[in-house]
């Protein structure tokens, strides 16, 4: 789905990756569940492109809902997978800590867990090889995105920040519909490791001045990262 010119989106409002296409070629941010594997092609389909138009993909965690194709796009079509050097072993075995989900509700979470199944959730491929990155890295790909270490809901947890069209992806590091309750609207997402610190790394986006935040799960939000961190921050008092 295009959400602007060169800027798409893959997946739903469950769970979504994004792609940049440019004349350059194209920036993957997160590979979803295995299942979008279909997603992408299509998107590549519409785009007149294919999969060796793509010049790598930056995972904004290691989590297994965002790493879902990355390891067949890496190992079929040698595409570079970049993870933040605190979830590389995260990504590459699918280790972390047992996270509290909060609440939840069963119409919603229910339709997560089943999303997933439909999607191969349960048959995620975890990276053999991945390329680490840092914060304030600005990657030699299409779109010439910037690293933000967003740590909190994983010790790696990133934002990709895409200035040529105005657009930052924030993976977990919020989330603009809870997956277990259903609410809308920009909040903390569930199965953080540390909340304090994923609020404090808010502040992190508030230098933006990109107008568009892009979120792992949840509609994207358009407005300032200043307005969106005091909505997050009084969503969670």
Known sequence: MELAPHLHRLGTDIVACYLFDSPEGITLIDAGLPGHWSDLQQELDALGKTP??????????????????????????GVPVYVHSADAHRARTGEKPKAPAGPMRPAPALGFFWYGLRKNGLRTEYLKEVTEISDGDVLALPGSPVIIAMP??????????????????????????????????PQPAPFTDHPAQALASLDRLTHL????????????????????????????H
Do not use: K
């Open 152 to 185: 909190g809901h994983s010790p790696g947890s990133v934002a990709v920040h895409l200035p040529s069209v105005d657009a930052v992806c924030v993976g977990d590091a919020l989330t603009t519909r809870h997956v277990l309750t259903g609410r809308t609207g």
């Open 52 to 77: 060796a138009d793509i010049r790598g993909l930056i995972l904004t965690h290691g989590d297994s809902d965002h790493i879902g194709f990355a390891e067949r796009l890496r190992r079929d079509h």
């Open 209 to 236: 001045t990109t107008s568009w935040i892009l979120p792992g799960h949840g509609a994207p939000w358009h407005g300032t990262p200043t307005d969106l961190t005091a909505t997050i921050r009084t969503a969670a």
